[in-house]
């Protein structure tokens, strides 16, 4: 008997899954933002480390009694990352066999139930994973907005914003999106959107919330509906590149990210681009995927009892939990 330990750390928040092997007892716990490059090393450590001691003494057990833990994080980026983390996780789970990898291996693993496939991540950024049989991964994408972090939701939002500055200016053909704009920000001329933009505490974040306007406007405008098909392109581009990289491996794609929820023009336009390929929306949490890897690392020789049954039974008791 041992403690499962599923951590999904993203940029917003962080949300902690501990299951008991035995009995599949679980427990969930909230918390803040573990992004390395948000928070820093020691305070993700701090935050990661009171959550699982949270969701485990829950269960009524000790961070002792953990057996596998799964912690995947925004902002792992390379094998450097994921050792020193997991190193000094590894000081306070002693009898935890214990795996650090990106989130976007939380979103991949919930939508493939552990099999071998492709995620795609759209939401602030974009970018395109996939993990083989054996373990091997791959992939495109996911460099940020001042490298180009294409297909993503603040690109999006900054192609959409600057066709309205363009034709509010009369140096752009027309487009709906600066009537929308001005409603969104509450403006009435272009240069009040630059302390809007500038001056707000996550001007990224600010200029990636405009892309759900753009997706909206592309309904009936022209402009908009240029700037999705490109955004639709270059998310299409990472998952092919993550193919290329990884050849054996199924055409399935699971979807993750706020751009794909809400409108079905991105995720059509992906079926579209991606011929004889599985595209899905990912449908659990992506917590109870980095709970799977965690289990992996328990029994790593067995599926059971964490099929999809299984899955289903424990995500129904904890609905409110992790919905």
Aim: charged share 15%.
């Amino acid at each position: 008997m041992g403690i499962c330990v599923g951590i999904d750390g993203g940029g917003t928040s962080t949300r902690v899954l501990a299951l008991e092997t035995e009995t599949l007892a679980a427990s969930m716990t909230l918390g803040a933002s573990s992004r390395l490059s948000s928070v820093g090393w020691s305070q993700a450590q701090v935050i990661l480390v009171d959550l699982v001691t949270d969701s485990v003494q829950k269960l009524g057990r000790s961070l002792g009694e953990v057996t596998g833990l799964s912690a995947c994080l925004s902002g792992v980026d390379s094998p450097l990352q994921a050792e020193r983390m997991s190193a000094e996780l590894k000081q306070f789970f002693p009898a935890a066999k214990i795996e650090v990898a990106n989130d976007a291996m939380a979103a991949l693993t919930a939508g493939t139930l552990g099999g071998p496939g492709v995620v795609l991540i759209g939401g602030t950024g974009a970018v395109a994973v996939g993990e083989g049989m054996n373990g091997q991964v791959a992939r495109a994408g996911g460099y940020g907005h001042l490298i180009g972090d294409e297909g993503s939701g603040f690109e999006l939002g900054r192609q959409g914003l600057l066709a309205a500055l363009k034709y509010r200016e009369h140096r752009g053909e027309y487009t709906s999106l600066w009537d929308a704009a001005a409603g969104k920000f509450q403006v009435q001329h272009p240069n009040a959107i630059l302390p809007i933009i500038y001056d707000a505490k996550n001007p990224v974040s600010v200029m990636a919330s405009f892309a759900e306007v753009v997706i909206q406007q592309a309904a009936t405008d022209d402009s908009a509906r240029a700037i999705v098909a490109t955004c639709v392109a270059q998310q299409a581009a990472l998952v092919q590149s993550v193919f290329v990289q990884l050849p054996d491996v199924p055409r399935q794609v699971v979807l993750s990210g706020g751009l794909f929820a809400g409108s079905d023009i991105i995720v059509n336009g992906l079926r579209t681009r991606l011929p004889e390929t599985s595209v899905q929306l990912l449908k659990r949490p992506a917590v109870t995927g980095a709970l799977l890897r965690a289990w992996r690392l328990h029994e790593p020789f067995s599926s059971a009892p964490l099929g999809e049954d299984a899955l289903n039974e424990l995500e129904a008791r904890m609905s409110n939990a992790i919905s």
